[in-house]
Structures are given as C-alpha cells and as structure tokens.
C-alpha cells in the first residue's frame, strides 16, 4: 500500500507541473492580449471558440475516456496497438468531415452569431485546431495509458511555451489581434499532433477495428451528456450572474473563481489526470478496493489542506494583488474553493461505475444535475448575486458526489473510510472557522499570524487518532530514516571542522 501511493503521488506530481505553469503563463500573457485586443476581439474570438466547443460535445465522441478504459482493459500488446491506432483514425476522420462542413457555412454562421461575417476567418481557424486538439488528445491519452508521464508532461509543456512564443511575435509584433491567439495555438498544437502521431503510428501500425470502434462508441457515447452537463454548469454561472446583476458583481465573480480554481489546477486536476488511468490497473489488483478506498481517503486530506490554505490566506492575498475595488471577491473564494473540492471528489467517485461501464447512468445523473444547476444559480443569484451562485456550486456537486457514490458502490462496492473523512471535513472547517475571527489590518503580518491555522492543520488530525496503526509505523520508519541522514549530515559537518 505504501509504495502504491508513493507511485501515485510521484505520478500526480509529475502530471501536476503542465497545468500549474500553464496557469502561471496565461498571467504573464493577460498585459499582452489586453493591449492589443479589443473588446470586440475578445468577445468574438470567445463566441468563435464556443462554437467549436458545442462542435465538439457531437464530434469529439469522448475518445479520451474510452482510450483509456479499452486500451486497459487488452493483456496483448497487438490489441493495444490496434486500439491505438483506431482511436487515432477515427478521430482524424469524424472531426475533419464535421470541421469540413461547418467551414462550408462559416460566413453564415458567424453572420448568426455576430451580426456581420467579420469572423469568419476566426472560425476556420478553430476549426482547424478543433482537428489538431482531438487528435493530439488522442496521443496524449496513449502516453498516459502506457504510464510515460514525464513525456506526457514534457511535450505539453513545450507544446504551451512554443504557443506562448508564438502568440507574443503574432500579437505583440505582427499584431495580428485574435487570429494572431489561434495562429499560435494552430502551429504550437499541429506541430505536436503531426510530430507525436508519426511516432505513435510508427510503433503501433496503422491498422482499423470495426469491433473496436463499437466498443469505444458503447462507452463513450454516453459520457456525452456528461460533456454536456459540465457545459452547461460552467457557463450558467456567468450568463444568469450577468442577467441578475451588475456588471461589476460579474467583475467579482471571474476575479474569485480565478483564485478559486486554484485548487482544481494544483491538486484536482493533476491526480485526475493519473487517476482516471490508474483506476483501470488497480482494480485487477486484490486488494483493489482496499487501494480504491484509502486513495480517497488522502485525496480528501490533500484537497481539505488545500482548501483551507486558500480560505484561510485569501483576503490577505486579494489584498496584496489587487486595489480596494476588488477585496470584496474574497468571501466569494471559500464557498467556490469548497463546490470545486467536492467537484473533485465526485469524480474519483465515478470510479466504480466506469470501471465497470456504467457510463449511462453517470450521463443521465450528470443531465439532471446540470439541469437542477441552473435553476440553482436563477434562485440563490437572484437574492444573494455571486455568493449565491458559489453556494448553487457547492449544492450541485454535493448533490453529483452522493449520486456519484451511490451509482458507483451499486456495481463495485468500495469500503471507504466514511468516518476517517468526516474527521477531516470536520476539522478543517473548525481551523477555518476560528481563523475568521483573527482580524489583522496588515496583509503581511495576517499571512504571518494566520500560518498556525494551516500547518496546525495534520497535527490536529494526528492528535485526534486520525492514523491507524500502520501509517503510524511508517510515518516512524520515514522519521528514522530522515534523522539519521540529518544526523550523518551534521556530524560530517563537525568532522570537516
């Protein structure tokens, strides 16, 4: 077990690195693109990539998820390959014929859209890195099913910095506007599609299963309705916030939800991307379940620590980044923190229903919840505008974890450590709650004087019986272990003296 989890925080870790810098270079190029973009670019341009993202909820036929699942589910190598191989044909294939007829209407369609035919050229261009984007997903998704985590992480991270490069010399010197953004995604994300494919088609052949196909289809259509509940759930806090509100409350919300998806791209996202191709491996295993329920168990540790860091720092924080207009975001961020940390509790919760190919019931959970979502954020928005739509997020997920544990423990019944995880809930929101009542006037001297809140965190766990038995010895083991080389350390010191 404990090596198991080694491996898994090494593996999170390492998948962790592409979308923590990607978040740190999307800051460095806010300036850039707010200088030379418009606001009519940028409402365009973000029509133009809405459009490709509807598209693509048809087309995209959730090949990602069946990859993994297919590809895992062979022992052979040559099925492997083959199931490879058909993903990345199919792909190419039913993108590019859709890609091909939207692009034969794109006037028109952006005529619809727009008023005027003015972004016509933006929407060939999304389309064509519609196609680039499915196919190299489906590369990815290869590498991180044979478990080449540091390759998966390497060309992502050089697929984003060359798209960086790019996107400063076609904006900032060319001054291209929005076509200059997608000119420079088109070239970074082709260039690794065209690079990566030929390497894949070269170990794993070009070959096409009919029986294969079925098989991805069967599973992944249904996850559809999840694409599109998820959709609907990320946009329907901003479209009724803005027909509720003023458009400086709308202001407040964006600015909060950037600090609050910290978490998601620090913690959720990263194990996810692990995750969601481990779970096939551990349920062979057996002791599976057993794997499956202390996972989650320090998974909820992770994201509570997390969570708390953030809520605990935030108004300091807002304060040291922003003017006095914007500090009041702050109490927006914890409510958002906590909907996004039982978002990602959810979906390890699918656990269950996936490895087992009850996609269907998830779909048709997830098409509910979406529904009940929006109607959430219409009722709470209307009396409580932003907080109340962070508070409709925190209801939403809470309601797709339990449907999430009842549908998954119905077809693979894992024994989590329910308790163990209300102790961590529990005490998080004690730490939290007591850290509202220190009030501090300087920034500085509050992140200073609020620190025991947070690294007080798993001492107050370890106090209150939060280890068992055998996570006390190893932690033991691991004291030893490290005191001895700190002991080494210094007396090699004192010898050199």
């Known amino acids: 077990m404990a090596k198991h989890l080694r491996y898994m925080t090494r593996q999170t870790v390492t998948y962790g690195l592409a979308p ?21 670019d940028y409402g365009s341009l973000e029509i133009v990539m809405l459009m490709t993202a509807i598209l693509n909820l048809l ?12 590809y895992l589910a062979y022992e052979e190598e040559d099925d492997r ?139 992944g259509l249904p996850l559809i309705g999840v694409s599109v509940s998820s959709l609907a759930k990320s946009a329907a806090d901003r479209t009724v916030l803005t027909a509720l509100g003023p458009v400086s409350e709308v202001g407040l919300y964006s600015l909060a939800n950037r600090f609050g998806t910290v978490l998601t791209v620090l913690a959720v996202m990263p194990f996810l991307l692990f995750w969601n191709a481990e779970r096939f491996v551990v349920v062979r295993a057996q002791d599976g379940p057993r794997i499956i329920s202390r996972t989650l168990t320090y998974f909820a540790f992770g994201l509570c620590w997390g969570s708390l860091a953030i809520s605990v720092w935030i108004d300091e924080v807002v304060q040291l980044m922003t003017t006095r207009e914007f500090w009041a975001a702050a109490r927006v961020v914890p409510v958002l923190v906590l909907g996004y940390g039982l978002a990602g509790v959810s979906e ?91 009030q501090v006037d300087s920034p500085l001297l509050g992140l200073i004087m609020k620190m025991p809140f947070v690294a007080g965190y798993p001492v107050v766990l370890v106090a209150l019986g939060f280890l068992n038995e ?28």
């Open 20 to 40: 923590i810098l990607s978040r740190a270079m999307g800051f460095l190029l806010l300036p850039l693109y707010t200088r030379f973009l418009s606001p009519t």
């Open 81 to 219: 390959n083959e199931t490879v191989s058909t993903a990345i044909l199919l792909t190419v294939g039913v993108t590019s014929a859709a890609a091909l007829a939207v692009d034969m209407f794109r006037y028109e369609i952006v005529t619809m859209a727009l008023g005027n035919d003015g972004a016509a050229p933006l929407l060939q261009l999304a389309l064509a890195i519609l196609v680039c984007t499915n196919l190299s997903e489906v590369l990815y998704t290869n590498l991180q099913a044979r478990g080449m985590s540091t390759a998966y992480t390497t060309l992502w991270i050089v697929e984003f910095s060359v798209a960086l490069i790019l996107n400063v010399a076609f904006v900032g010197w060319a001054r291209q506007g929005a076509k200059g953004i997608l000119l420079g995604q088109l070239f970074a994300v082709g260039g690794v599609a065209f690079g990566l494919g030929a390497w894949t088609l070269r170990h794993v052949g070009l070959r096409f299963s009919v029986s294969k196909v079925r098989e991805m289809l069967g599973f």
């Open 348 to 438: 390890f919760l699918v656990t269950g229903a996936f490895v087992q190919r009850r996609t269907g019931h998830i779909s048709m959970a997830s098409a509910v919840i979406g529904v009940v979502h929006i109607g959430l954020c219409v009722a709470l928005g209307r009396s409580f505008l932003g907080l109340g739509i962070a508070w409709a997020n925190v209801v939403t997920f809470a309601i797709a974890t339990v449907a999430a544990y009842l549908i998954s423990q119905r077809y693979y019944p894992v024994p989590f450590e329910l308790g163990r995880i209300a102790k961590v809930l529990m005490v998080a929101a004690a730490l939290f709650a007591s850290s509202r009542l220190l």
């Open 59 to 70: 087309v995209g036929l959730e090949l990602r998820s069946s990859l993994l699942r297919i």
């Open 470 to 497: 055998g996570e006390r010895r190893q932690l033991n083991e691991c004291a030893k272990i490290l005191w001895g080389k700190v002991h080494r350390a210094a007396w090699r010191e004192w010898w050199k003296r």
